[in-house]
Nanobody, 121 residues
């Protein structure tokens, strides 16, 4: 069973930055990509970032575009999501997932346990 493990969440002040990471226990299967999701209290889980393999470029939901930066060095087992200029509304549980490549909105097929990001003033 493939496992995803996130790390790096925490508390940060408004305007600060944070980087969270996700590592998979096995190599990614063909057609699988990493996706990042978040779920704020009282809200539905939303997909916020993925990397489209055909162009090798990340794609972001509008609410984080310009402030979020997803990477997957050497197309390896680890992906990172750096969030900058954090806002109160970025407070959420952040999840890494394996998603089908090339589809937006992203749909998680296998999930990590999540890591909490809390932004305070």
């Amino acid at each position: 069973q493939v496992r995803l493990v996130e790390s790096g969440g925490g508390s940060v002040q408004v305007g600060g930055s944070l980087r969270i990471s996700c590592e998979t226990s096995e190599d990614m299967a063909a057609g699988d990509c990493f996706g990042w999701f978040r779920q704020a209290p009282g809200k539905e889980r939303e997909g916020i970032a993925t990397i489209f393999p055909d162009v090798g470029r990340p794609y972001y939901v509008d609410s984080v575009r310009g402030r979020a930066f997803m990477s997957r060095p050497n197309a390896g087992k680890t992906t990172y999501l750096e969030m900058r200029d954090l806002k109160i509304e970025d407070t959420a549980m952040y999840y890494c997932a394996i998603v089908p490549c090339g589809i937006w909105p992203i749909r998680g097929r296998l999930w990590g346990q999540g890591t909490q990001v809390t932004v305070s003033s």
